[in-house]
């Protein structure tokens, strides 16, 4: 080996390697990747992406695909990560003026309006919303750690009820693309 090969790989040796950018499975999930929920594995057919004009994104719905039913993973960002599993309900409501704070649902349990905001979503995928619009969104509790969720947008109501799952047992994988 010549020296100007042993001072060229001295050289190179000494190079600072590109920080890796750190990536966050909860976040960075996309359309077409595995979520594990509960032992039970779904394909991501769409995503949407909730924040406020000028600020990160505070809360993720992912609509996981496992044969022939869809589910909602949708999960809130603050100190934590708060997941919810969630089915769709049907049902019907004309107006958001309508929205009542107390919600009964067919007679057998009753919701309580935990909070209510407007977003601007951004949509991946097949989701039931149009992107980079506004949609109100409604969060109700119930007995037994059950939760209902309204959201609105141009006149379609989504209803989903669901249960709060932990954060750790979601496992997120890389789909093949």
Request: glycine share 10%.
């Amino acid at each position: 080996m010549s020296i100007w090969k042993r001072v060229g790989s001295i050289i190179k040796s000494n190079k600072e390697e590109a920080p890796v950018k750190a990536t966050n499975p909860i976040e960075d999930t996309q359309v077409g990747d595995i979520v594990n929920v509960d032992l039970e594995e779904y394909v991501v057919s769409g995503k949407l992406i909730y924040f406020d004009r000028g600020f990160p994104p505070h809360r993720f719905a992912y609509y996981l695909q496992n044969g022939s039913s869809i589910s909602c993973l949708l999960v809130e960002k603050g100190r934590t990560y708060e997941c919810f599993l969630c089915h769709f309900v049907e049902g019907a409501l004309d107006s958001p003026h309508d929205v009542p704070t107390e919600l009964d649902v067919d007679g057998e349990l009753t919701y309580n309006l935990e909070n209510h905001r407007s977003d601007l979503v951004r949509a991946e995928g097949n989701t039931d919303f149009r992107g980079n619009d506004d949609v109100m969104i409604w969060r109700y509790f119930g007995p037994e750690g059950r939760y209902f969720f309204l959201q609105w947008q141009d006149g379609k109501f989504v209803a989903m009820e669901g249960e709060k799952t932990p954060a750790g047992q979601i496992k997120f994988m890389k789909g093949s693309r």
